[in-house]
């Protein structure tokens, strides 16, 4: 199982990036993708996850800034970032999830390399 995350870079305050997670290995369209980031010095925390079902949950931080989508033909996950904020800066981890209800703190089943996002001020 692979998922590579990618469209990280460096971007003032206020401007926008497009992530993207391309899955590979396990049955895409029966599984829940979550993104997930850590700081430097901070603990990690989810950001977003859209279920297999459809549903879509959101750190309360990101809400209205953030918007997770999939492409079940590319298998791959997308986190349009918006608006972003110097606090946004972090490396971006795209999992594979069982339940995106979890997705704030895991259990993840699978992840891969990250994508640093640098916010600047």
């Known amino acids: 199982v692979q998922l590579q995350a990618s469209g990280g870079g460096l971007v003032q305050s206020g401007g926008s990036l497009t992530l993207s997670c391309l899955v590979s290995?396990?049955?895409?369209?029966?599984?829940?993708i979550t993104w997930y980031r850590q700081a430097p010095g901070k603990a990690r925390e989810g950001v977003s996850c859209f279920s297999v079902s459809g549903s879509t949950l959101y750190l309360d931080s990101v809400k209205g800034r953030f918007t997770i989508s999939r492409d079940n033909v590319k298998n791959t996950v997308y986190l349009k970032m918006d608006n972003l904020e110097p606090e946004d800066t972090a490396i971006y981890y795209c999992?594979?999830?069982?339940?995106?209800?979890?997705?704030?703190?895991?259990?993840?089943?699978?992840w891969g390399r990250g994508t640093l996002v640098t916010v600047s001020s």
């Open positions: 290995g396990l049955t895409f369209g029966d599984s829940s």
């Open positions: 999992a594979a999830i069982r339940r995106c209800s979890w997705f704030r703190e895991g259990p993840y089943d699978y």
